[in-house]
């Protein structure tokens, strides 16, 4: 089994992704722990399922508290992920795209300008659906991260075991 986990914070997942990294935890060797207000699975060797109080951020506050620098993070909380890259986390929302130091700001910019857009009756009807087209989108984009975070980590175990 991998050490680094893949953190999912499970409220507002797509049921369709938490599938997918569900048995990708299974297929890969990685754990998923899911972190919720409610149950939304049960457990097995590579998935864990954290309830928490229904109180705002607890979710968050697990992950942030718990993940550690080589984890990955799925989260739609664009403050939560600068949080998360500030302390050295790859985090990734259900789009597949990763934050980053260098783009975590410009989201939060865009972000707070389409509700300010929408709050003044300027756009927002965008549809915040999530089908096979999101889901392939983030695949793509997930799993050469997963793979790069596998190699890390089977390269940082032989480093100190030389053969």
Not at 24 to 42: D, Y
Not at 67 to 94: C, H, P, W, Y
């Amino acid at each position: 089994m991998l050490n680094f986990k893949t953190w999912i914070d499970a409220d507002s997942c797509p049921s369709q992704l938490r599938e997918f990294l569900v048995d990708e935890a299974e297929k890969s060797g990685f754990v998923a722990v899911l972190v919720a207000n409610r149950k939304i699975l049960g457990e097995s060797s590579n998935v864990r399922m954290i309830v928490c109080e229904q109180k705002k951020d607890e979710a968050d506050n697990i992950i942030l508290e718990q993940s550690e620098k080589n984890d990955i993070v799925v989260t739609r909380d664009l403050l939560f992920a600068k949080r998360l890259v500030e302390k050295g986390v790859t985090v990734f929302n259900d789009r597949g795209t990763k934050f980053t130091k260098d783009n975590i700001d410009d989201r939060i910019m865009e972000r707070n300008l389409s509700m300010n857009l929408s709050a003044i009756g300027l756009g927002g009807n965008k549809k915040n659906q999530y089908g096979q087209k999101e889901l392939k989108k983030f695949i793509a984009e997930f799993k050469p991260e997963l793979q790069k975070h596998i190699v890390a980590e089977i390269y940082s175990k032989n480093a100190g075991n030389p053969m």
